[in-house]
């Protein structure tokens, strides 16, 4: 696992749309010291062009005010491993730009979805996962990209520990991947998170590797544990609950992992959130 120290880092997705700045001075106002952020608009498209200024800015506010990685996210009609050329070809696009701007924030994470493999077959769309990745990374690079854990809804891959361990084998430069777990993702793909953390991470540290776990994305969930639905709640008014949520954000092993709200809400409800967790 990434080196971690004993602070809490929580904070919530935040709009880009401003620039970097805007969002440093939001995670502020918010008493957030991390967040996450599109890195362009999470339905696609062309990423708008970046201020070195307005980076530098907010790389200044991160250096004084001790924030945690932050965690970037990939549009979420990337996908990998689609059965059509075009959209494939887009994620290549998008992720190797991507890649090129998150060296404006350098040493954080860009987090995606692996993707649904729409009937090619699981073994199929692994592949190419691991191909696209295999095309985008560096080592060069200062940015760990995170495979995110999904709900297991439909041909989603990623619904299961072993399924991220398949891409990460075929990965060459392993050392630039990581994991993100999301709560809600988690408990709807069958894993109790919620009644039994030990017993997940244990089975996550077997399969895939607790070093590999690099953030987390706290959410609660409309769904009972194995749902494959993914629906996301605010934190308490859901199937997990804000005792056991909390027990996540302060377990020991997690400790120190930026951890991302992405529960229904606009700013103030994030900070409240925020409050209640820390």
């Known amino acids: 696992m990434a080196k971690k120290n004993d602070t809490i880092y929580i904070g919530c997705h935040l709009s880009s749309a401003g620039g ?12 957030a010291n991390t967040f996450a952020f599109f890195t362009r608009n999470p339905r696609g498209g062309k990423a708008k062009e970046i201020d070195p200024e307005d980076a530098k800015a907010l790389r200044d506010i991160l250096e004084r005010e001790k924030f945690g990685k932050l965690v970037a996210h990939a549009p979420y009609t990337l996908n990998p491993c689609s059965a ?15 890649m090129k701007r998150m060296e404006y924030l350098p040493g954080n994470y860009y987090n995606f979805h692996p993707g649904s493999h729409v009937g090619q077959g699981v073994e199929t769309g692994i592949e190419q996962i691991a191909d696209l990745l295999n095309r985008i990374l560096t080592p060069q690079q200062s940015t760990i990209v995170l495979l995110e854990t999904m709900a297991g809804k439909g041909s989603e891959i990623g619904g299961t520990f072993e399924e991220l361990r398949e891409i990460i084998d075929r990965v060459e430069l392993k050392e630039k991947m990581g994991v993100c777990l999301d709560t809600c993702h988690v408990s709807d793909a069958g894993y109790d998170i919620a009644k039994d953390p030990d017993g997940v991470l244990t089975q996550f540290d077997k399969v895939v590797g607790l070093e590999r776990l690099r953030a987390l994305h706290i959410n609660d969930s409309l769904n009972d544990v194995g749902a494959h639905k993914d629906r996301h709640a605010k934190i308490g008014e859901g199937t997990l609950g804000f005792e056991a949520i909390k027990r996540i954000v302060h377990h020991p092993k997690l400790v120190g992992l930026p951890c991302i709200l992405e529960t229904p809400n606009e700013l103030p409800g994030y900070g409240r959130e925020i409050e209640m967790l820390k």
Request: glycine share 4%; no cysteine; hydrophobic share 50%.
């Open 20 to 31: 970097f700045l805007s969002m440093g001075k939001a995670a502020l106002s918010i008493n």
């Open 84 to 98: 059509k050329e075009n959209v494939r070809a887009f994620a290549y696009e998008a992720m190797s730009d991507d």
